[in-house]
C-alpha cells in the first residue's frame, strides 16, 4: 500500500484521458437507483479528489479518504478551487475511522485490489458496515482475474513533455498477484528531469469471493454488473462494479 508517492506528482498527468465525467455520472446513477439521493458519502481510497469532486458537485455531502498525503494534496488542490465544501481524511481503507455513519461509500478505480490479502479484504467490508447507516449502499469496482491473465507481461512507455513513464508489468496466475514496477522521469523547475521508480502491486479476487466475504460482514451484494452498464458481470468481463447494501442494522 506503499504505491502512489512519486506517482501522486503526475498522477492526473497521466490519467487525464480518463473518463472522470463519466464515471462519476456512473456512480450517481447507481447511488440514486438505490436510494441514495442525497446526504454524506464517503469516497474511499479517493486519490487525487477527482471523483470526489464530481459527487459534491452533484450534490453530495462528501469525505474523501486516501492513505497517501501526497495524493490527498492534490486533492484539496482542486478543493480550494471548486469551494466544495469536502472533508478529507489520510486513512488507510483497512483501518479507517470516521465521526459517524454515511448514507453510502464508493470505492471506484480497482483501489481494493491494492488489498492484498482476503482477510484485509473483509476488514475494509467490515469497516464499511460498520460506518453505513442501516440500509446503506456500498458501491466499488475491481480488476477481474481475466483482465490480469490477459494484461500479463507487458512493458508500457508514455512519454510527456512534463514527464515520461515505463511501466513493466508482471501478473502471477497461481498467487494472483499484479506487480508492476513504475520508472518515471519528473521534470523539475530547472528542466532537468528526477527519475523515480515505484513498485505497485494488486491482487486479483475472484467474485466468488468477493461476494462470500461481503455476505460475511454484513453487506449483502444486490447487484454485480459489467462495469459502467447495467448488464449482469461476465466470465470475460475486465472490470465489475457491485453494489452492496448494509444488512446488519435496524433502520
Not at 456512480?27 to 436510494?35: I, N, P, Q, S, V
Not at 497517501?68 to 488507510?92: F, T
Not at 494484461?151 to 499484479?178: H, M, P, Q, V
Not at 466475504?213 to 462495469?227: F, K, R, T
Request: hydrophobic share 40%; charged share 30%; net charge negative.
Amino acid at each position: 500500500m506503499e504505491a502512489y508517492q512519486n506517482f501522486a506528482k503526475v498522477y492526473d498527468l497521466f490519467m487525464e484521458d480518463v473518463d472522470y465525467d463519466g464515471w462519476s455520472a456512473y456512480l450517481a446513477a447507481l447511488l440514486k437507483e438505490y436510494g441514495v439521493t442525497d446526504g454524506l458519502v464517503l469516497d474511499l481510497a479517493c486519490g487525487t479528489g477527482n471523483i470526489t469532486e464530481r459527487l459534491a458537485a452533484a450534490g453530495y455531502d462528501m469525505i474523501g479518504a486516501d492513505c497517501s498525503a501526497d495524493m490527498l494534496e492534490a486533492a484539496m488542490e482542486k478543493r480550494a478551487v471548486s469551494g466544495h465544501d469536502i472533508l478529507y481524511l489520510q486513512q488507510d481503507m483497512r483501518s479507517f475511522e470516521l465521526y459517524g455513519t454515511v448514507r453510502a461509500v464508493v470505492c471506484a478505480f480497482d483501489s481494493l485490489n491494492y488489498v492484498l490479502e482476503e482477510q484485509e479484504v473483509a476488514e475494509v467490508f467490515r469497516l464499511v458496515c460498520n460506518y453505513l447507516d442501516p440500509g446503506g449502499v456500498f458501491i466499488f469496482d475491481v480488476n477481474t482475474c481475466h483482465k490480469y491473465e490477459q494484461l500479463g507481461d507487458t512493458t508500457i512507455a508514455e512519454n510527456r513533455e512534463e514527464a515520461s513513464f515505463i511501466w513493466e508489468n508482471c501478473y502471477d496466475r497461481e498467487k494472483r498477484i499484479n506487480e508492476y514496477g513504475l520508472t518515471l522521469f519528473i521534470r523539475g523547475e530547472d528542466g532537468r528531469y528526477e527519475k523515480c521508480e515505484e513498485l505497485h502491486e494488486q491482487r486479483a479476487y475472484p467474485l466468488s469471493v468477493l461476494l462470500e466475504l461481503l455476505s460475511e460482514n454484513g453487506l449483502d451484494p444486490v447487484a454485480v454488473y459489467d462495469a459502467f452498464t447495467h448488464e449482469p458481470a461476465r466470465e470475460d468481463s475486465e472490470r465489475v462494479c457491485v453494489v452492496a447494501r448494509e444488512c446488519r442494522k435496524e433502520g
